[in-house]
């Protein structure tokens, strides 16, 4: 529509509102999706939405064609075909158009959606990976890093960060890195090759047959887990120095 007609006819943006509350299960859908496929669907069925309440004109045009080439239970496999259609370029301008005349930007909003999601997921696949990863981080540090205090109590005896870890720290810290990167779903493949390359018996049991020379810090495989670890804490807002001194993202 054009916009200076939409504004007014929608001047205290109530009709906007009101199609936003009803497409709402598009964005939960959104924030919920995992892959970038998901994702793209997940926009595409929150245009189609609002472009059901807001541009019926628009949207009517599409739907005639999407009934010729699309089945009626749609998934995202069907996403390409829908945004294809000749129809859903001139109902997403509209969409577009509606939501500025009312000042919202419809992209701004998908966009800050799609990245509360995925920063959620990544705190709560973290913290998960953490949690399942804590008794071995409590176990490392109290049986190779542990001394006794002056008044009898053993402690870890950890650096104050990592950049001044020592080798001996560095050592036993790998071991928790590996945890948690057998956690992470997007450093399982790094992990895996790694428990390969490492010879491990067990890639549950890293301990088990441990071999020193196999956990190079500075080979490119092990950096590349490791790196993989820090952008899985880094995308859950928190480092991995942090969860390896407290046991905590």
Request: hydrophobic content about 40%; proline content about 4%.
């Amino acid at each position: 529509p054009n916009p200076g007609v939409y504004m007014a006819q929608d001047a205290d943006g109530g009709a906007y509102r009101s199609a936003f509350a009803s497409c709402r299960n598009t964005l939960e859908a959104l924030a919920r999706a995992s892959d970038e496929d998901g994702r793209l669907a997940a926009r595409t069925w929150w245009v189609t939405c609002m472009g059901s309440h807001l541009c019926r004109a628009e949207y009517s045009e599409w739907r005639a064609e999407a009934a010729e080439q699309l089945p009626s239970q749609l998934t995202a496999a069907h996403t390409a075909v829908a945004v294809g259609l000749a129809g859903f370029e001139p109902m997403a301008r509209c969409v577009l158009a509606c939501g500025e005349a009312v000042g919202v930007q419809p992209d701004k909003t998908l966009d800050h959606v799609e990245a509360a999601g995925a920063r959620q997921q990544a705190e709560g696949e973290w913290q998960r990976a953490t949690a399942e990863v804590e008794p071995l981080r409590q176990k490392l540090q109290d049986t190779f890093l542990s001394r006794t205090s002056w008044l009898g109590r053993r402690k870890p005896a950890l650096a104050a960060s990592a950049s001044e870890m020592g080798i001996d720290e560095v050592r036993v810290c790998q071991v928790y890195v590996y945890g948690l990167a057998s956690r992470l779903a997007a450093c399982a493949p790094e992990a895996a090759a790694f428990a390969e390359s490492a010879n491990m018996r067990d890639v549950n049991s890293p301990l088990l047959g441990y071999d020193e020379a196999r956990w190079d810090p500075t080979a490119d495989l092990w950096r590349r887990m490791e790196m993989c670890v820090h952008r899985g804490a880094a995308a859950a807002s928190t480092d991995l120095d942090r969860a390896w001194r407290h046991g905590k993202g």
